[in-house]
Antibody, heavy 122, light 111 residues
């Protein structure tokens, strides 16, 4: 069974830093592009970042560019999101999501994790 | 404000058919695959339709997707109470720095 399990969400003060982790299992992790998507309380889905399957491409939403860094460790089947200079508007559930097609940069996402909650508040 | 436009709400009676639209442009829906997700209250989103009109295994054939030009549509036939959820369309946009954009979501109410 394909599974994505996020961890690392906490309550943190504005300006702080945090690293989220996504542990993947049940598929060949190195062959898939993976994404972070977030959802603020009571709001819709917002794509945050992706790391391509071949390690060549990373993309970020404008709202997190220069503050967040995505990385992956294929030997550990893990995806990470380093979040710096956190703002109150970064408060959200953060989901780890995989691409549906192997060895492509981006067509669409299929499997979602259960999410981890980040709350930025003083 | 999303580049994909969905109606904020839709409704129907049990057994009816409802359609949810997703309007985009020549830089997103036009050239790219459309995906649809269902989000039940308190749950993570779930893939409903991929590559415009394909259903993952386990998704009932009451759900169908279509695309024409720069618009897409999700249809749900034989509406059931458990279909009450928020539905999102998503597509790659070639004009943006980020590859995946979501519609604002449509809250479906089963009356």
């Amino acid at each position: 069974e394909v599974q994505l399990v996020e961890s690392g969400g906490v309550v943190i003060q504005p300006g702080g830093s945090l690293r989220l982790t996504c542990a993947a299992s049940g598929f060949t992790f190195k062959d898939y592009t993976v994404h972070w998507v977030r959802q603020a309380p009571g709001k819709g889905l917002e794509w945050v970042s992706l790391f391509s399957w071949d390690g060549v491409t990373t993309y970020y939403a404008d709202s997190v560019k220069d503050r967040f860094t995505i990385s992956r460790d294929n030997s550990k089947n893990s995806l990470y999101l380093q979040m710096n200079s956190l703002r109150t508007e970064d408060t959200a559930i953060y989901y780890c999501v995989k691409e549906d097609t192997p060895k492509v940069d981006y067509y669409g996402m299929d499997v979602w994790g259960q999410g981890t909650t980040v709350t930025v508040s003083s | 404000q999303s580049v994909l436009t969905q109606p904020p709400s839709a409704s129907g009676l049990p057994g009816q058919r409802v359609a949810i639209s997703c309007s985009g442009s020549s830089s997103n829906i036009g050239p790219n695959f459309v995906y649809w997700y269902q989000q039940l209250p308190g749950m993570a989103p779930k893939l409903l339709i991929y590559k415009n009109n394909q259903r993952p295994s386990g998704v009932p054939d009451r759900f169908s997707g279509s695309k024409s030009g720069t618009s897409a549509s999700l249809a749900i036939s034989g509406l059931r109470s458990e279909d009450e959820a928020v539905y999102y369309c998503a597509v790659w946009d070639d004009s943006l720095s980020g590859p995946r954009v979501f519609g604002g979501g449509t809250h479906l109410t089963v009356l």
